[in-house]
DNA sequence: CCTGATCTGCGTCAGCACGG
DNA sequence: CCGTGCTGACGCAGATCAGG
């Protein structure tokens, strides 16, 4: 068992719904205080902010390293145009 | 329209890394 | 150790799209 889950008994209720007033010490085993509980929700809402912060820094690196790609494949359309121009210019000077 | 497939964002859990 | 933050993985709901 992986020791609590307090929200919701009936296993049924589809992770992601809150259940943010609830008090917790409705059908809950003796051991569950309510100072556990208090900390579980606390922890809760902290990994909910961690969670949305990690997911907007990832999405900002993913930004990044697509214009990094597109920078990249200018440079590198820009360089085999160089490369082409200036084989022209040795092709026409061995003639 | 309707519907099934795909995308997107969210909350939660698990597990790792790190500092005290 | 233990508490805490970070992040991958998972399941879910709502939005969007393509095909009938």
Do not use: F, W
Not at 3 to 29: D, N, R
Not at 41 to 62: D, F, G, T
Not at 75 to 92: M, S
């Amino acid at each position: 068992m992986s020791g609590y889950q307090i929200c919701t008994p009936t296993s049924s209720l589809p992770q992601g719904v809150v259940m943010a007033g609830s008090p917790g010490s409705l059908h809950s085993p003796p051991h569950v205080t309510d100072e556990t509980t208090r900390k579980r929700q606390l922890r809760l809402m902290k990994n909910r902010e961690a969670a949305r912060e990690c997911r907007r820094k990832k999405k900002e690196y993913v930004k990044c390293l697509e214009n990094r790609v597109a920078v990249l494949e200018n440079q590198n359309r820009t360089l085999i145009e160089e490369l082409k121009a200036l084989k022209d210019i040795y092709c026409h000077k061995v003639e």
